[in-house]
């Protein structure tokens, strides 16, 4: 079962223009039934609110500006993706990613800003507003921990993008207040620490049954553990949570906890963490909800759906299937990490090889004859009703199990062979040295098209990055196209990061800057 995510548009719109409204207008009585100052009353009212904050989660596109799934960009920008698409034109705006030749304009760059600061709003909103609800202490308590949960996944999200970014820990309340300066990464790093933190310490650690989809304490302490792993990585540098200093220790000690007492545990079955069985199983940590629960159809207000749009993109461009429906290409897989994966038994389930396609292929712009199968237009997430290119089912497995476990060896866990072990015997590997190299190699492996590869590249450094994230002279033996097109030269001179927008930048004149390398 999965949570349901109802829309709040028409209560936020108000909101927003709320903000904006001369004060003779304001001195009118509302017209709409629920406005800010008369909604926030009722435990129903705080429901409603939080699962505004949860949608946002969900979000992949931006209207009038751009589709933008976190998954198949960080894809596109690690060396695990190219950018695909129908034709060359089709994936311009994405091969500027998968190039590292990134404008200051570009639009899927604007929708990834527009978003995290969308659910940062409605988050920092909520723990302004739960004060006045009428509700129990534990009630509250437990809104408050999941609202600082969600604002620590989008700050992470925004600062591991653009790294130089705004850090609002209330909501804006007034002209006074537009122009805001760009924090450190120090900063907004200690804020996700602290707000993790916080989340851990409230959250429940079991989800019960009708409830699905809400966030555990685990989740909190495995995105604390994220976060420090790139933060450490990156910044040489450990957390601060409101005083109290996370480091190697203490990170392990969260990981150790979930381990010993989470419940939580590996699939038998590899293949099973991406199918509808598994959603919400035992072995995933945290779990961002998609579906055609109410099934969409309006193509100008993508996100009004659910469906999941990575897996749509990336699924292949075929017609006449009992098993693929109708995918758009993007996020090609590179001959690389077929190559890196070799015999593993994972390829299997981790990489779609054009042989197995039934039907008539269309082969779009860099083709390579490899596709996504984590997250692709398989029958098995075809939705029941709607528009089907909206409406694709699978569920977005943030944080597996099988992550932590590899997370808790990398940080020198006593048990990180048994760890490293426990995730090669689930497929049938023999065991190998738990050394430093065989855990982070293992971690390509095991996490290939999820989503992490490109920030586990770049918290190995920018001479690793250069390495890796280059790729020239590569090519299978089902390209199509010149070599050209698949030869990509990483851009050290950005340290990885994104551009900031630049109709950002315009808007907070002298108080922006913008990121080096462009």
């Not at 695990?80 to 590292?100: T, Y």
């Not at 790294?163 to 120090?186: D, F, H, M, R, W």
């Not at 699939?267 to 995933?284: A, K, M, P, R």
């Not at 995918?327 to 077929?338: C, E, I």
Request: hydrophobic share 35%.
């Amino acid at each position: 079962m999965k949570i349901t995510i109802n829309k709040l548009g028409v209560l936020l719109a108000v909101v927003f223009l709320f903000t904006a409204c001369k004060k003779e207008f304001l001195d009118r009585p509302p017209l709409d039934t629920d406005v800010s100052t008369n909604f926030y009353k009722t435990e129903q009212d705080a429901m409603l609110a939080l699962i505004s904050v949860y949608d946002v989660l969900g979000y992949q596109s931006t209207p009038g500006v751009s589709w933008a799934p976190f998954l198949t960009m960080s894809d596109i920008l690690s060396d695990d993706s190219f950018a695909g698409g129908g034709d060359a034109n089709d994936g311009k705006n994405e091969d500027e990613f998968n190039n590292f030749d990134i404008p200051t304009s570009s639009l899927i760059a604007h929708s990834i800003w527009l978003k995290n600061y969308t659910g940062i709003y409605r988050a920092n909103l909520l723990l302004e507003k739960i004060g006045d609800i009428e509700a129990s202490e534990e009630f509250k308590t437990r809104i408050i921990g999941e609202c600082k949960f969600m604002r620590a996944y989008f700050y992470l999200e925004q600062v591991r993008f653009f790294e130089n970014i705004p850090l609002l820990t209330e909501t804006i309340k007034g002209p006074s207040e537009y122009i805001q300066p760009q924090a450190t990464p120090e900063a907004v790093y200690n804020q996700i620490a602290t707000d993790l933190v916080d989340a851990y310490n409230v959250l429940p650690a079991n989800i019960p049954s009708n409830e699905t989809g809400r966030i555990s304490k685990w989740a909190a302490s495995g995105l604390l553990a994220r976060t420090y792993l790139f933060y450490n990585g990156v910044y040489n540098a450990d957390l601060n949570a409101n005083g109290t200093v996370i480091n190697q220790a203490s990170i392990l000690a969260y990981l150790e906890d979930m381990i010993s007492n989470s419940g939580h545990d590996l699939f038998e079955d590899y293949s099973q963490n991406f199918s509808l069985t598994g959603e919400f199983g035992i072995e995933s940590v945290f779990e961002i909800s998609h579906g055609d629960i109410l099934p969409w159809w309006d193509w100008n207000y993508v996100r009004g759906g659910d469906g999941n749009l990575a897996a749509q993109m990336q699924g292949p461009r075929v017609t006449g299937s009992d098993n693929w429906d109708r995918g758009w290409s993007f996020g090609t897989v590179n001959q690389k990490l077929v190559d890196d994966m070799g015999s593993d038994p994972r390829l299997e389930y981790t990489v779609l090889f054009e042989e197995e396609l039934d039907g008539s292929l269309n082969k779009g712009y860099q083709h390579t004859g490899y596709f996504s199968k984590k997250y692709s237009s398989d029958a098995e997430h075809w939705a029941t009703g709607g528009q089907f290119e909206l409406n694709r089912t699978c569920n977005f497995r943030v944080l597996r199990y099988s992550d932590v476990l590899l997370m808790a060896a990398e940080l020198g866990s006593p048990n990180a062979q048994q760890y490293l072990d426990k995730v090669r015997a689930r497929v049938g590997l023999e065991s190998i040295p738990a050394t430093p190299e065989n855990i982070y190699n293992e971690r390509r492996l095991e996490l290939s098209l999820e989503g992490i590869r490109y920030f586990d590249v770049l918290r190995k450094g920018q001479s690793f990055a250069e390495q890796e994230l280059t790729v020239v002279g590569v090519r299978g033996p089902k390209y199509v196209g010149d070599q050209v097109l698949f030869d990509v030269s990483y851009n050290s001179a950005t340290k990885g990061f994104l551009p900031i927008p630049q109709s950002e930048v315009d808007l907070m004149g002298d108080s922006f800057t913008q990121n080096t390398g462009y």
